[in-house]
């Protein structure tokens, strides 16, 4: 299931990016804990722009970060 689109929260982030600069921009930007746990869960790459990163989040498969690191050993 896709998360909310975070382009809005995603207008200060310096592209190419990865994640973590994604995550810094959209909370300096207001964004909620929807749109943050969105951002969580898209592949460790680098994006090019905010229209890569929705694309991302749309195919996401809802696996948050903090849900895969609760399965580590």
């Known amino acids: 299931m896709a998360g909310p689109d975070p382009r809005p929260f ?4 310096s592209y190419p990016c990865g994640r973590e600069e ?4 959209a909370a300096a930007a207001g ?6 746990g ?7 790459r680098d994006y090019e722009d905010a229209d890569g990163v929705w694309v991302a989040v749309r195919s996401c498969d809802g696996a948050s970060i903090h849900d895969t690191a609760k399965e580590a050993p």
């Open 38 to 44: 969105s951002l969580g869960a898209v592949p460790t």
């Open 22 to 25: 994604l995550l810094r921009a």
């Open 10 to 13: 995603l207008a200060d982030a």
């Open 31 to 36: 964004a909620g804990d929807d749109v943050l």
